[in-house]
């Protein structure tokens, strides 16, 4: 889908497709020297880290596996409860592995601190975190991200696996969706 698909639901655009391609490869390339010669367990947070979980995992040129864990906090609100439920767990035993947590935003953290917390108390070597977007202005809680793509406004943003009550997440770019659609 494109912006002008669902132009009068937008207020501004924020990154193209091809902006957040440009930025997964950068990423990419980090990740590669941080870990050559290792056995990486990438893990995406369902479901809105599906389109940078297949793009990050197309684009690293290393050996690498990839699991999937669906947490919520957030029901079909805008903004986090901060009660983290698990709806799907991990098929893979972490015992000793390097892992890279794969999420498309951070915004109050509560619930990445919440997951990064969970998996290494599983026995995992090391638990790192990968993240497209982050609001700074957003944050309840610090939260060290390894790999971070844009920080943005404190915005209700769409697009590129992030929804709005299941929608817009095939947009094939990053928007501010506005007020009108959600009050």
């Given at each position: 889908?494109?912006?002008?698909?669902?132009?009068?639901?937008?207020?501004?655009?924020?990154?193209?497709?091809?902006?957040?391609?440009?930025?997964?490869?950068?990423?990419?390339?980090?990740?590669?020297?941080?870990?050559?010669?290792?056995?990486?367990?990438?893990?995406?947070?369902?479901?809105?880290?599906?389109?940078?979980?297949?793009?990050?995992?197309?684009?690293?040129?290393?050996?690498l596996e990839?699991?999937?864990?669906?947490?919520?906090?957030?029901?079909?609100?805008?903004?986090?409860?901060?009660?983290?439920?698990?709806?799907?767990?991990?098929?893979?035993?972490?015992?000793?592995?390097?892992?890279?947590?794969v999420e498309?935003?951070?915004?109050?953290?509560?619930?990445?601190?919440?997951?990064?917390?969970?998996?290494?108390?599983?026995?995992?070597?090391?638990?790192?975190?990968?993240?497209?977007?982050?609001?700074?202005?957003?944050?309840?809680?610090?939260?060290?991200?390894?790999?971070?793509?844009?920080?943005?406004?404190?915005?209700?943003?769409?697009?590129?696996?992030?929804?709005?009550?299941?929608?817009?997440?095939?947009l094939r770019?990053?928007?501010?969706?506005?007020?009108?659609?959600?009050?």
């Amino acid at each position: 889908m494109e912006f002008s698909d669902v132009e009068s639901d937008l207020t501004d655009i924020l990154f193209t497709q091809d902006e957040i391609h440009a930025k997964i490869a950068e990423m990419a390339r980090q990740i590669e020297a941080d870990y050559a010669g290792e056995k990486l367990l990438l893990v995406g947070v369902l479901r809105g880290a599906v389109m940078v979980m297949a793009d990050l995992a197309r684009e690293l040129k290393l050996p690498l596996e990839m699991d999937w864990m669906a947490v919520s906090s957030y029901g079909a609100g805008t903004q986090s409860s901060g009660v983290v439920r698990i709806l799907k767990d991990l098929d893979s035993d972490l015992e000793g592995r390097k892992v890279l947590i794969v999420e498309d935003i951070i915004d109050s953290g509560l619930t990445l601190s919440w997951l990064r917390a969970n998996l290494e108390s599983r026995g995992a070597e090391s638990v790192e975190i990968c993240a497209l977007l982050r609001k700074p202005d957003a944050a309840k809680v610090e939260v060290d991200v390894k790999y971070a793509g844009f920080d943005i406004p404190n915005a209700f943003v769409v697009g590129y696996g992030l929804d709005y009550a299941e929608k817009y997440r095939n947009l094939r770019g990053i928007a501010v969706l506005a007020p009108h659609v959600y009050a």
